[in-house]
């Protein structure tokens, strides 16, 4: 089945006792124990698992092509879940231009469980040179954000195998839509759930898929099942029926992004754009050859510095100036801010998660704001 499709079924299921369509939210946290002790559905206890949960993690597991996925309470639930995994003293390497949230995470509540190094991942030399033999994980995040850089997934999956080490890719940027990490050989596939499975930024959660059910997943289920980070059953359903409209909703962001990188480009007051889907991006091949469409993110540094790009932001009166992205509004924001003072992103960077306007509206707005800047 194409991925329209599955969006759309692989959630849903219709209602035998009232024969309803869409499948109703079960609140009840417990379920009934028969005389004989057995639980017919499945069900005991909700942390543990709950239909709505099961609705979700199927549509989750056949979006990527796994065999089982994992439902979480957030992005970084997913994030802290892969780590915790792991037995204390691995070395993990994590790209350089990681998610500030999961870095965070890495430097403040796994500084003496965990070793990691923080690396430019693409560079074969850079990478090989940094294997240790207590590497036990690396962490890919492709597009990246907020650079856009592009990880070879295929290349660094193939180093990976040899030394037995194994290989998670941040999906959040792509989507399964732009990018099937688990077809180009990688072992876990992560999401914020928050960002386009959601899709209308008013809902939070996270997702792990795999392609097996290994020891490995059985610790990450008992991690999901024992820590109890898990989406309600309202959130679950919600993310359910966003992921029915995802694959169109990405291909409106994917349309409206390559437009505005193409038209920033192109403008006298822009220093660069980082956009996969520019030929001038440095890893144009890499992204062609791996992704099925190049993304909705783009970001952009301004001739100038952290005021200039902070006034652009200003005059700006479609394009919302808030962090996240995915939703179906445009958002933008000064990425330095955001990440704090130990920053290393450009202080005249712009990030922008393209929304569904009409392209006209966003570069006129655009067009605006930059001729007062
Ligand atoms: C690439 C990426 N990964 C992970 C996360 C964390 O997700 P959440 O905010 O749902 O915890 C984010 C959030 O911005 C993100 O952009």
Redesign the pocket.
Known sequence: MKIETIAIHAGNHNDESTKAVIQPITLSTTFVREADGSFPAGYIYSRSSNPNRTQLENVLAKLENGIDAAAFS????A?MTVFQSLKPGTHVICPDDM?H??RNQLKNLFAGILEFDFIDVNDETVLQDHIKGNTGLIWL?TPS?PLLKITDIKKVVGIAKNKNIKVAV?N??ATPVCQQPLALGADLV?H????YFGGHSDL???ALITPEKSDWWAKIRQIQEMGGAVPSPMDCYFITRSIKTLPYRIKGHVHNAQLLAEYLEKHPKIESVMHPGLLSHPQYEIAKQQMLYFGGMLSFCIKGGSDDAKKVVNKLKLFTQA???GGVETLIEHRASVEGPDTKTPHNLLRVSVGLEHIDDLIADMEQALSQA
Do not use: C, I, R, V
């Open positions: 957030s992005g970084n639930a994030g998610y949230g999961l995040e954000n941040d959040t940027f992560m914020s759930s928050t960002k939070m959660g996270g962090t996240s992205l």
